[in-house]
């Protein structure tokens, strides 16, 4: 894992007049600058917003991540010893995010920042840039990373290693040693929540894997619009078919949606699914030509909201797993 520590720091010869002038506009501009409802909602709804006027919290440490999986991952090591907070909100696509001014605020009195990497944040240095203090961590780091088998991305890694509950394991275990190291007078809370919350992954790990071991092996497919399922994929020994490699503005091209059609058709795959942060029509086509059974969402990019599905982490992955064995067992 890696940490940057940057800290650039103002010439001295710079005069002092100058310099107060220049915090006192860059200031007024912060104060006057027009801002919209949801960025005014972002700054005075989140507790980091708040954090500075309120006590009780001031020792707790403060972590931002990038979006709302990793959050829920760092709130189950971190608990009641650190604030954690996800810099995108649930339902929302990640890939393509455009961070507002409100997460620089946010990002700037943070105590430390969590992210995927494997390019899942195509915005993430530039975000860095512009806190060059906040010290950052990749979560990925320590996965062997499974390549882009096609499209503009072919041969990058895939970024969506959170999704196998085998990587999840290293995920928390970088949480983990993140936390021990930025708040060592906590470790021993943080060391005891890590290894419960494995253990809960771990038990889907075995459940997932029993559930796949019944399926024949000719029915092992998994069909959604994003390749976001790779490293299930490989971990649990079932084929990958999607639509695009990843999420992007565009829809599915003809060529995309006929590839899957041939393929669902050829294989005779009973069911198709797609992602909850992107549209479904393209898929919906497919089922339609083929006569497989379009058997809903899964979650990947994002969790939902509190009264959803998918609300955590853990949730996230049983959904996900319930979902597909319906699907390949023809429910």
């Not at 006590?55 to 403060?62: I, N, S, T, Y």
Request: hydrophobic share 40%; with cysteine.
């Amino acid at each position: 894992m890696k940490i940057n520590f940057n800290n650039p720091r103002l010439p001295q010869h710079v005069p002092s007049l100058i310099v107060a002038s220049g915090l006192l506009l860059g200031f007024w501009l912060s104060g006057c600058s027009p801002k919209s409802a949801d960025q005014q909602s972002q700054i005075t709804a989140t507790p980091e917003a708040t954090n500075a006027v309120n006590p009780a919290k001031q020792d707790k440490k403060v972590i931002l991540t990038t979006f709302t999986v990793i959050a829920d991952m760092a709130r189950n090591v971190a608990v009641d010893k650190a604030i954690v907070e996800s810099i995108i909100k649930p339902g929302s696509e990640i890939h393509g995010y455009e961070p507002t001014p409100s997460d620089l605020v946010r990002a700037k009195s943070a105590d430390l920042i969590l992210d995927n990497g494997l390019n899942l944040e195509r915005w993430a240095e530039k975000f860095y840039n512009s806190v060059p203090k906040v010290p950052h961590i990749t979560l990925s780091d320590g996965i062997k990373p499974v390549e882009i088998a096609e499209d503009a991305y072919k041969g990058k890694p895939n970024p969506h290693a959170w999704m196998s509950p085998q990587n999840a394991l290293i995920y928390v275990e970088n949480i983990r040693k993140a936390l021990v190291d930025l708040d060592p007078a906590n470790a021993d809370t943080y060391n005891a929540n890590a290894q419960a919350y494995s253990q809960k992954i771990k038990a889907i790990d075995q459940n997932l894997r029993k559930e796949v071991s019944v399926v024949p092996l000719d029915k092992r497919y998994m069909v959604s619009c994003e390749g976001a399922f790779s490293y299930i994929t490989r971990d649990y020994g079932l084929k990958e078919v999607y639509l695009w490699a990843v999420n992007s503005e565009q829809q599915a091209t003809p060529k995309q949606v006929e590839k899957v059609i041939n393929t669902v058709r050829a294989n005779k795959i009973p069911t198709i699914f797609c992602e909850s942060t992107v549209s479904d029509e393209a898929q919906k086509e497919v089922a339609n030509a083929t006569g497989a059974k379009f058997g809903g969402v899964f979650y990947v990019d994002s969790l939902s909201p509190s009264d959803g599905p998918a609300s955590t982490y853990l949730k996230l992955l049983e959904y996900n797993v319930n979902t597909l064995i319906k699907g390949l067992q023809g429910n």
